[in-house]
């Protein structure tokens, strides 16, 4: 398969703006800025923007709380997330949610969930309603290694593989569950082996590497289509903390220092210089681009206005 | 007017929305086939199919899980969970998820989404199969709690239920499935947060609902030979709550028994007294409100332990004949 030379470039723009936002983000933390807490995916940006590049607007996804990837993946914009990062009126879900609960119905985001494993079932839901409604459109359900060690992952796989749903479970292998190793929560090393138990297909593959991610989720998408439920792993690795008060006492520097040297960025940046003769001038034209929509968004988000106290209970319910 | 039964009432109104709501679907375990554990959907496979009628692995999370993501994309789905008492196995997803997409979403998301679940002691069923767990579900915002005491209100109710845009917990009461009622033929909806008069009374006020309401009606029948003239209020929904309706009775009638089978500490019934303390009830009040809830016990298996745990009929009796004065 050839991606195109747009396809590419888009690629590369949208994991440097995910890397862009969440160095922002960090940044405007360490000013005060923020109240509250945000999960970053950086070392991670090409499972979420691989995988949903090859994705339709009808398409849908469930996100997990280190899903900016997966946002920007799916078009959502940075003016919105931004200020709901920065819990402004004017953010995706009204500063209600906060970067943990982000979501875009427009552009076929189900949310992102705080619980994790919590959103596998509900992708399974909506992955049957589309199929009940005649929507040709696949279900991307996003989650962690640690989210597999969950009642909710097995009863979703199993209850997805029974009623043949399109839906593709792309699990994001970061190889730790906050603090803990893999190898100490669970016992086996290829966690696509786990799809085995309820019949469906599995398979694993290099997280870092978005082009190979865009190319399998684009045959995936026809394969869930055409058979039922498949789970993606994608091998990656969280370059930063769990969050913003992790203090790192559990994995050594040495290990952080070998995963930099596959950056997913820096891996496709010289994919693209070496393979599809994008030019160093080019590729920092991407970059520049994706600082300068960042600084946009920031420059959005802290203009919006705070939202207003008596509308703190407005959509409890719907009426 | 005909009477047909709790169970037949719930199902009849299923199956009037399913034929004119095609993005209704149902969703549980056994109730294709087999029917239902309680034969409420007796039938139902056979005119819906089982692309709607849907059979389940057991595996609440992910019925309930289901439910939520198929409200969001487009459906309104209802599911069974086959006791109340699985609904903790459900838990997130009732909770952290259904009760919160909506707000923590900034409202994108509609939930219309209804869990029914039988919920109850009084059948031998022992410890995990006869709670009654209304309260967890009132103490969380974004749910609805409708605990319907008659095969009339059970089919008015259930409607509004599957209409709502918002998850509905719809506990059922096991043991009323069988009991007949007269229930209007055709389309009719009871609103959410209207409580009903069952009977008129000016001497105490009774306060209840789902299965106890009997109890009460034939507790006040009890009294009302001994001249004490008992009004007796079904509230219907838990959540919402129809303050309006117990302020007024309270400032009625002056005395007020708040009555549930749900164990008493942090039921519902403490936000019922505190209800009419915090309102000018409180200055109509003749003597302090009392409560006749279930004892604070898992429910055993014994008849007779069992029945010695929840209100009965002679006990709410004699709780009315003490708030008036009355010795028995």
Redesign the interface.
């Known amino acids: 398969m050839t991606i195109t030379r747009e396809k590419l470039g888009e690629l590369y723009l949208k994991m440097a703006q995910t890397r862009r936002f969440e160095e922002t983000a960090a940044r405007l933390f360490t000013e005060g800025k923020v109240h509250g807490t945000a999960h970053f995916c950086i070392g991670e940006e090409a499972t979420g923007v691989g995988v949903c590049s090859a994705l339709a607007k009808e398409d ?1 996804i ?1 996100q997990t709380h280190r899903g900016h990837n997966q946002a920007i993946g799916k078009g959502m914009s940075l003016d919105l997330m931004m200020a709901e990062f920065l819990g402004k009126e004017a ?7 906060g970067c943990m ?1 982000i ?3 427009s552009s076929g985001s ?2 992102a ?3 994790v494993g ?1 959103g ?11 199929r ?2 005649k929507v040709d459109a696949v279900t991307v359900c996003f989650f962690g290694d640690g989210a597999t060690n969950e ?2 992952f097995h ?2 796989l ?2 997805a593989s ?2 043949k749903l399109p839906i593709l479970f792309v699990c994001v292998n970061n190889y730790y569950a906050m603090s803990t190793h893999i190898g100490s929560h669970m016992n086996i090393e290829d966690i696509s082996i786990r799809a085995k138990a309820y019949g469906i297909r599995g398979e694993a593959m290099d997280g870092n590497d978005v082009a190979a991610i865009y190319e399998a989720t684009l045959e995936a998408k026809e394969y869930v289509k055409r058979e039922g439920p498949m789970l993606l792993v994608l091998n990656t690795y969280r370059i930063m903390g769990h969050s913003k008060s992790d203090p790192q006492n559990y994995r050594s520097k040495e290990e952080v220092e070998g995963w930099k040297k596959r950056d997913p960025i820096l891996l496709f940046r010289k994919q693209l210089a070496e393979a599809h003769g994008f030019s160093p001038a080019e590729l920092d034209a991407l970059d520049e681009a994706a600082s300068a929509d960042v600084a946009r968004a920031v420059e959005f988000a802290e203009a919006s206005p705070e939202p207003r106290v008596e509308d703190a209970l ?6 | 007017m005909r009477e047909i039964t709790y169970a037949e009432a719930i199902r009849e109104a299923l199956s009037e929305e399913m034929r004119s709501d095609d993005s209704i679907v149902f969703i549980g375990e056994d109730i294709g086939i087999y029917g239902g554990a309680f034969g409420v959907s007796k039938g139902m496979l056979a005119e819906f199919g089982p692309e709607r009628v849907r059979d389940t692995p057991i595996s609440e999370t992910a019925i309930v899980g289901c439910g939520v993501g198929a409200a969001m994309a487009g459906l309104r789905p209802v599911v069974e969970i086959m006791f109340s008492d699985f609904l903790a196995v459900a838990m997130d997803q009732v909770v952290n998820q259904a009760a919160k997409a909506r707000f923590q979403f900034g409202g994108q998301f509609t939930v219309p989404l209804v869990i029914r679940a039988p919920s109850g002691s009084g059948t031998g069923a022992a410890e995990q199969h006869s709670q009654s767990l209304e309260a967890w579900f009132v103490h969380t915002p974004g749910i609805k709690v409708v605990t319907p005491s008659t095969p009339a209100d059970a089919k008015g109710l259930l409607k509004t239920a599957i209409r709502d845009a918002n998850p509905v917990l719809f506990l059922e009461q096991k043991l009323l499935y069988r009991v007949k009622g007269e229930v209007p033929e055709g389309d009719y909806s009871i609103p959410f947060g209207q409580a009903a008069v069952r009977r008129e009374g000016k001497d105490v006020a009774v306060v209840s609902y789902g299965r106890m309401v009997g109890r009460c009606l034939e507790a006040a029948a009890l009294v009302a030979a001994e001249g004490i003239e008992t009004e007796v209020i079904d509230l219907r929904t838990l959540a919402p709550l129809d303050r309006d309706s117990i302020v007024r009775a309270a400032k009625k009638c002056g005395r007020v028994l708040v009555v549930h089978e749900a164990c008493q500490t942090g039921g519902v019934g403490g936000e019922i007294v505190a209800t009419i303390v915090d309102s000018e009830a409180f200055f109509y009040l003749d003597a302090p409100v009392r409560r006749c809830c279930g004892q604070d016990t898992p429910i055993p298996y014994n008849r007779n332990l069992e029945d010695s745990v929840v209100p009965q009929t002679a006990g709410i009796a004699e709780a009315l004949r003490g708030l008036c004065g009355r010795k028995s």
């Open positions: 849908l469930a953010g995706y879900c009204h500063g209600r949610g609960h979501a875009d119905s189900l949310g969930n705080g619980i919590g596998i079932p509900i992708a399974v839901g909506a992955a049957f309603a589309l009940y409604r009642g909710a009863e979703a199993n209850l029974v009623w407005r959509d409890v319910y719907a009426v």
